[in-house]
């Protein structure tokens, strides 16, 4: 078996104000990281509106529309911008997740990972917000839970930023486990440990600023690892997020590229326990350029390392 990368050149077209910390290149640094390494490389398609609905009401995607620029940039709140290109990157996000669902599902593909922006975990029900319009994670969820007929999925969110996106797309959802690890405080400043679900199915992990990689283990270890096998999954969504890192400029967390190689290769052994290794993992965060592509390939060779 082999890791899929599902990614599109539409997913550059998603261009953001000079500065702006969500941006092209960062994309860029990550697949020239992948580059070399023995992947299947799949041609992220477009989601159809019917996936985009499983977790966004229709009114909802009219007014992305309305508001998406003809030309220039356009901002829809203090941090998210469109700009001619940006609906169908997320269009093209969306279908990543989706595709890569498929895959693993089907056999094809042992794991898979989705480089593609704009990210999704902040996007909620009727609000873009954090850099993020749809909720690629919460999304391909439902896709496994209704179109595949899984019974039990969860989402295991790692990036910096609570993902209170996702927490809201499947709030009300029995059969999905959101598994939330995030500095607190920080923006957004949701994630706190009794924000827990309608049915005690979000489990949210604050870590205090100046938290470390060894913190992280323990916390992972203790608590997510136990809770994922009690919940016995049969797929495992990532929110791969690699904001905690030292060097990133937008939050306080100290986890060095190792860390997030050691995270992945648990979580990947945990599946191969519990749910023949299936694995989609979607790019969320990270911003410092030269940290997201040390942290983005070590983890996609530790998901290499798990297919094979």
């Known amino acids: 078996m082999t ?30 990281a992948l580059a070399g390494l023995d992947l299947q490389r ?8 019917d996936d985009i ?41 969306a279908g990543a997740a989706v595709r890569a669902v498929d895959l693993v599902l089907g056999g094809e593909v042992g794991n898979a990972f989705c480089a593609t922006r704009p990210p999704g975990h902040h996007a909620e ?56 690890s995030q500095q607190l405080p920080l923006w957004p400043g949701t994630g706190h440990p009794e924000e827990d679900g309608a ?40 929110s791969a997020g690699f904001d905690a890192h030292t060097d990133d400029p937008l939050a306080q967390l100290q986890w060095e590229t190792e860390d997030f190689r050691w995270l992945t290769a648990q979580l990947c052994s945990l599946a191969q326990e519990l749910c023949q290794g299936r694995i989609v993992s979607t790019l969320e965060g990270g911003y410092d350029l030269n940290a997201l592509t040390d942290a983005a390939k070590a983890h996609v060779e530790e998901l290499i390392k798990a297919a094979t």
């Open 3 to 32: 890791t899929a990368l599902l990614t599109h050149a539409d997913c550059l077209s998603h261009e953001t104000p000079e500065g702006h910390p969500e941006q092209v290149a960062r994309l860029e640094h990550v697949l020239h």
């Open 199 to 238: 049915h005690g199915n979000v489990m949210n992990l604050p870590l205090p600023p100046e938290s470390t990689g060894t913190d992280m283990r323990d916390l992972y270890t203790e608590q997510v690892f136990p809770r994922l096998r009690a919940f016995k999954p049969e797929l495992i969504i990532l």
């Open 53 to 93: 609905l499983r977790v966004h009401p229709a009114s909802y995607l009219a007014e992305l529309r309305r508001e998406l620029p003809a030309e220039g940039r356009k901002q829809l709140d203090a941090d998210t911008w469109m700009s001619p290109g940006s609906l169908d990157a997320a269009f093209r996000a």
């Open 125 to 180: 029900t009727d609000t873009p917000m954090g850099f993020c319009l749809f909720g690629n994670a919460a999304l391909a969820a439902k896709h496994a839970l209704d179109h595949h007929g899984l019974s039990r999925v969860a989402v295991v969110d790692f990036d910096v930023h609570h993902g209170n996106g996702t927490q809201d797309l499947l709030w009300d959802e029995k059969r999905a486990l959101v598994v939330t």
């Open 42 to 49: 799949v041609t992220a398609p477009m989601a159809a509106e």
